[in-house]
């Protein structure tokens, strides 16, 4: 149970295009889900936060018209990157909370990773 | 602010050599701490929750405990199959946004 997937899995764009990666939970509902960039051999930081039929909150120096989110539904949230260039290369990981735990669990569980590339 | 401090940063074990992993926390209203484990190139794998104080919680040759102020993952004699990179977080107070930690580098060496 509580599996995420994450479309696609890795991903080259030339510089300007704009991609999107879509994130599902498979077995659960999602309440929350969260955007995760990665640097090699660094922890995870935090881009952004988004519940089902709202707005994402995004961290601070996160530039929230670069980075779409959208949380259309209990299981789909999609991130695109609008105009990228080379310096958003990075390992792009998202996490889903299960709706059903509700106060009684806030473990996340992530999806497999998008690797993108911006030539 | 939540701080997690994981150490070491990095650790080599030779395959049977157990040890432990810390996770050291400063928080406001502990409400879980998490254990993931991170294969290169993939996403995190959720291992375990801990929710107080003298709480453990094990699966196969994992073993974690939490303190007031920090948590161990223990290993038992460790394969190769067990090199990862492991992370600690926490969740406090009325957020449920998880502080990651910066994780700690396994190699179990045959």
């Known amino acids: 149970g509580a599996v995420v997937s994450q479309h696609p899995s890795w991903v080259i764009c030339k510089s300007g295009t704009s991609v999107k990666i879509e994130c599902r939970s498979l077995d659960f509902q999602a309440t929350t889900m969260f955007w995760y960039r990665q640097f090699p051999k660094q922890s995870l930081m935090l881009m952004a936060t988004s519940n089902e039929g709202s707005k994402a909150t995004y961290e601070q120096g996160v530039e929230k018209d670069k980075f779409l989110i959208n949380h259309a539904s209990l299981t789909l949230s999609t991130l695109t990157v609008t105009s990228a260039h080379p310096e958003d290369s990075s390992f792009y990981i998202c996490?889903?909370?299960?709706?059903?735990?509700?106060?009684?669990?806030?473990?996340?569980?992530f999806g497999p990773g998008t690797r993108l590339t911006v030539t | 602010e939540d701080q997690v401090t994981q150490s070491p940063e990095a650790l080599r074990l030779q395959e049977g050599e157990s040890s432990s992993l810390n996770c050291s926390y400063t928080v406001s209203g502990l409400r879980g701490l998490f254990w993931y484990r991170q294969d290169p190139g993939k996403g995190p794998e959720f291992l375990f929750t801990l929710y107080s104080a003298g709480e453990e919680k094990e699966k196969e040759r994992l073993k974690a405990t939490l303190t007031k102020k920090e948590s161990f993952l223990h290993i038992t004699a460790p394969k190769p199959e067990d090199s990862a990179t492991y992370l600690c977080?926490?969740?406090?107070?009325?957020?449920?946004?998880?502080?990651f930690g910066r994780g700690t580098s396994l190699i179990v060496h045959p």
């Open positions: 977080a926490v969740v406090s107070g009325g957020s449920y946004i998880p502080t």
């Open positions: 996490s889903a909370r299960d709706l059903a735990l509700g106060d009684r669990g806030y473990e996340q569980y």
